[in-house]
């Protein structure tokens, strides 16, 4: 009599994003004796990488029991232990463990951004001048790029920016409207968007980093208003 043998080799993958009760794969066991009727499947006591799967006892099949996170571990170990099932002889079966490794391939994820940015600039401001303190970006994968790319939008007329890294800063930008002037209006609404078009495309993540994702944030830019000399009448 022999033991049952795992067909499948000693790893498998399944994407970070995956559904819970989603299928890993299928450890498939062979009956080189041919005197097994079935088989029984089982994690070799704790061996369940940490709770995070769940192994069918009749079919092998190693499904996901819980949220997986490539930044926060790329792979786990399970044990599984096989045993042969004679359900006519009654005899006791022989049975083998196999170590399995189980990679959680990276997929691309989306920056974050604060809820929200609220800046304060006195108007008429020199071009160039910050306004309010930078907003910062995060992402989980930020060791696959260097730099978010930011945009903006709504009203920008006479606003600006400059970025660097993973920070964008608000500035005056007389080029883009003029000067900026309290009395056409006391604040300006605009939005800004950091997305990861700089996603390295040689990474080892399964989609590539593609598309680009994004984040867009509501920002406010409230005007101070000073006194204005008077103008003469031509």
């Given at each position: 009599?022999?033991?049952?043998v795992?067909?499948?080799?000693a790893?498998?993958?399944?994407?970070?994003?995956a559904?819970?009760?989603?299928?890993?794969?299928?450890?498939n066991?062979?009956?080189d004796?041919?005197?097994?009727?079935?088989?029984?499947?089982a994690?070799?006591?704790?061996?369940?990488?940490?709770?995070?799967?769940a192994?069918?006892?009749?079919?092998?099949a190693?499904?996901v029991?819980?949220?997986l996170?490539h930044?926060?571990?790329?792979?786990?170990?399970?044990?599984?232990?096989?045993?042969?099932?004679r359900?006519?002889?009654?005899?006791?079966?022989?049975?083998?463990?196999?170590?399995?490794?189980?990679?959680?391939?990276?997929?691309?994820e989306?920056?974050?951004?604060?809820?929200?940015?609220?800046?304060?600039?006195?108007?008429?401001?020199?071009?160039?001048?910050?306004?309010?303190?930078?907003?910062?970006?995060?992402d989980?994968?930020?060791?696959?790029?260097?730099?978010l790319?930011?945009?903006?939008?709504?009203?920008?007329?006479?606003?600006?920016?400059?970025?660097?890294?993973?920070?964008?800063?608000?500035?005056?930008?007389d080029?883009?409207g003029?000067?900026?002037?309290?009395?056409a209006?006391?604040q300006r609404?605009?939005?800004?968007?950091?997305s990861?078009?700089?996603w390295?495309?040689?990474?080892s993540?399964?989609?590539?980093?593609?598309?680009?994702?994004?984040a867009?944030?509501?920002?406010?830019?409230?005007l101070?208003?000073?006194?204005?000399?008077?103008r003469l009448?031509?």
């Amino acid at each position: 009599d022999e033991p049952p043998v795992v067909a499948d080799g000693a790893s498998m993958t399944v994407r970070e994003d995956a559904q819970l009760a989603e299928r890993v794969g299928t450890i498939n066991a062979i009956d080189d004796g041919g005197n097994d009727d079935a088989f029984a499947f089982a994690f070799e006591g704790a061996a369940d990488g940490g709770g995070r799967f769940a192994l069918h006892a009749d079919t092998g099949a190693l499904t996901v029991l819980q949220s997986l996170d490539h930044e926060a571990d790329t792979r786990h170990a399970v044990r599984v232990v096989v045993k042969g099932l004679r359900f006519g002889s009654g005899g006791s079966a022989l049975s083998t463990t196999v170590g399995l490794t189980v990679g959680v391939a990276d997929v691309n994820e989306p920056p974050t951004l604060p809820p929200s940015l609220v800046a304060a600039i006195a108007e008429n401001s020199a071009d160039g001048t910050n306004i309010g303190t930078p907003l910062v970006g995060h992402d989980v994968d930020a060791n696959d790029f260097e730099a978010l790319t930011f945009a903006l939008g709504g009203e920008i007329a006479g606003i600006g920016a400059t970025t660097s890294g993973w920070a964008v800063q608000l500035v005056v930008d007389d080029a883009s409207g003029g000067a900026l002037n309290y009395e056409a209006g006391a604040q300006r609404s605009l939005t800004i968007t950091a997305s990861d078009t700089n996603w390295d495309a040689d990474d080892s993540a399964v989609d590539d980093g593609r598309p680009a994702l994004s984040a867009t944030v509501a920002a406010t830019v409230r005007l101070t208003d000073l006194n204005d000399p008077p103008r003469l009448k031509a």
